[in-house]
């Protein structure tokens, strides 16, 4: 394979996860191969080619919103205030979620039930400093845990998936949840 022909593979690649993060995004896990194939303006043996099966595609969507998502939490690890910190990546898992249809449940289930779930493996790595931070900051709670607010996130994210306006509802849900419910605020 020459350089030029190793450089159009990458090309199509790349177009085909932009364009599939967008279907999967607005179709979820269902979305058309034949559409992101036409969308991405290569034929659907292309798409097989470079992932041959419906899991494959998605996966690679997943775990680029993934790798998104962690790279975002080692940013913030940086910050003077773990508890901002902390709420401000959350938000974006919130956002991401949503705008995600099928990372709430990558999050929540993994292909391999018998396995460990691997998106929320590494969702998890990625936050547990800046958790860490804000317990020391006296943010959060000592007795709470990245697993209880990756699990929230994915629950509010999956309850609000068909509402009208996901996004602020998902928004609403997650400030009532840093809130609380006590009327002292």
């Not at 992932?51 to 775990?63: D, E, I, S």
Request: net charge negative; charged share 25%.
């Amino acid at each position: 394979m020459t350089d030029r022909q190793r450089a159009d593979a990458r090309r199509n690649h790349e177009r085909i996860l932009a364009v599939a993060e967008q279907e999967v995004a607005e179709h979820g896990a269902n979305a058309s191969l034949e559409q992101i194939a036409r969308v991405a303006g290569v034929g659907s043996a292309t798409v097989r080619r470079h992932f041959p099966t419906r899991q494959a595609l998605l996966q690679a969507v997943l775990w680029h919103r993934i790798e998104v998502l962690c790279e975002r939490a080692r940013e913030l690890t940086a910050s003077d205030d773990g508890g901002k910190a902390l709420l401000a990546w959350l938000a974006d898992l919130v956002t991401y979620c949503v705008g995600a249809k099928g990372l709430a449940t990558a999050l929540a289930y993994d292909s391999d039930p018998t396995g460990p779930n691997s998106c929320a493996s590494a969702i998890e790595e990625a936050a547990e400093p800046l958790l860490r931070k804000a317990v020391e900051d006296g943010a959060v709670a000592r007795d709470i845990t990245v697993s209880e607010l990756v699990g929230l996130i994915v629950g509010i994210a999956m309850v609000t998936e068909h509402h009208g306006e996901p996004e602020k509802a998902a928004g609403r849900l997650f400030a009532v949840a840093v809130a609380g419910i006590s009327p002292v605020r």
